[in-house]
């Protein structure tokens, strides 16, 4: 079930959404996902309402779960893991199984059926596995200590397991962003795109993390942001995130980033990753290639930020990245409003490759790599 514990409308959201977490974290911050115990619920931003509203919305069941992921009412690589396993969580719990083996194929069915919702990114797959792992663990400590397993407790290790992933979430994007301050420098007009801040993740942000760190140091630079069509990450979340920051922020058309670029308007390009293969091609939101391309072209830094967890080894190379392809009407009547003719034939891929030698860093929580990327980031999927 899903349904509203608190609607706000205006520009002060920031502050209203917030748990109130200052002091070392830095300034408020937006917390996208959240369990709340006491109602067995988790709590979500509706991030399909922003900028103009802020929506919580309650999930209570699988279903209603894979609905928020596949609608991007929860959207990032991270945020998506997150939701993931506690998706898998409220497929498994409060059903009555007549035995472990009964809990264990009705999990396998729940782990496929959340992994398959949105599959280019890898933390999906990354989370559900994680927490099936977890619960089979469990069951294998009860066997060592000769007792049967509970199953209740087998969906409680889930359910712990998930919430563990919202700490070393904040945990690893702080680090990120740490990482990746060193690389803003004092003045810097930096281009981003889609939406890699608190609302991608757990409340930090990978690409976003580094700014805001930055502006911890008390650097001072200017964020211009493309507006990410057709759903406009960038302009509906990046910008309002970055406002209530205090970062000087500006928002332009995916389109006009070339025409900045060869004005000088721009000293480097930083955004985050949905997946990253062995040899360093990045796959992320459509239109990061074209900005790699023109970044080359221009002579300016690309700069990736992600989480190990994004880093996929097993593959060899970006090609072998599959790439969600999303409704056409997102792009026929964007919003509402009908804006190219009926019939029309629509190509609309959710993300794009970009080769490794386009790619500058990859900054992780582990530190900063370079290339040559294949045997940099088996090294850091090594510490």
């Given at each position: ?27 408020v911050r ?273 700069f990736v930020?992600c989480p ?76």
């Amino acid at each position: 079930m899903m349904g509203n514990t608190e609607t706000r409308k205006g520009v002060d959201l920031l502050s209203a959404a917030s748990s109130g977490r200052k002091g070392n974290d830095g300034p408020v911050r937006l917390v996208p996902i959240a369990w709340d115990d006491i109602k067995r619920v988790v709590r979500l931003i509706d991030q399909t309402l922003l900028p103009t509203e802020l929506k919580y919305i309650e999930i209570s069941a699988m279903d209603a779960m894979c609905e928020a992921i596949a609608k991007l009412r929860v959207r990032g690589a991270p945020a998506i893991g997150i939701a993931g396993a506690f998706g898998v969580y409220l497929g498994v719990a409060g059903r009555n199984f007549s035995s472990e083996e009964e809990f264990f194929e009705a999990l396998d069915g729940v782990c496929s059926e959340v992994a398959c919702v949105r599959p280019t990114a890898v933390n999906l797959s990354w989370a559900v596995e994680r927490v099936k792992r977890v619960a089979r663990e469990a069951a294998d400590a009860a066997r060592v200590r000769g007792e049967r397993a509970d199953l209740e407790d087998l969906a409680e290790a889930i359910l712990n397991e998930a919430i563990m992933m919202i700490d070393e979430d904040n945990r690893v994007c702080r680090a990120m962003g740490e990482h990746g301050a060193i690389l803003i420098p004092e003045g810097a007009s930096v281009l981003t795109h889609c939406n890699a801040g608190a609302l991608a993740t757990a409340g930090w942000g990978t690409a976003l993390a580094a700014l805001y760190i930055a502006k911890e140091q008390g650097k001072e630079f200017k964020v211009w942001v493309d507006e990410t069509r057709p759903l406009l990450q960038g302009s509906r979340l990046t910008a309002f995130e970055l406002m209530e920051a205090g970062i000087d922020v500006t928002v332009i058309c995916d389109n006009m980033a070339a025409s900045l670029m060869g004005r000088g308007e721009i000293d480097l390009v930083i955004l985050g990753a949905d997946r990253v293969a062995a040899n360093g091609d990045v796959c992320n939101k459509i239109g990061t290639y074209g900005l790699a391309c023109l970044a080359k072209m221009h002579g300016i830094p690309f700069f990736v930020a992600c989480p190990t967890s994004t880093l996929d080894l097993s593959l060899a190379s970006g090609a072998e990245i599959p790439i969600e392809e999303r409704n056409p009407r997102e792009v026929t009547h964007g919003f509402g409003r009908q804006t190219a003719p009926c019939g029309v034939g629509v190509y609309n891929p959710a993300f794009d490759v970009t080769p490794h030698h386009l790619v500058s860093a990859i900054i992780t929580e582990r530190g900063i790599v370079r290339p040559p990327y294949g045997p940099g980031l088996a090294a850091i999927m090594r510490d």
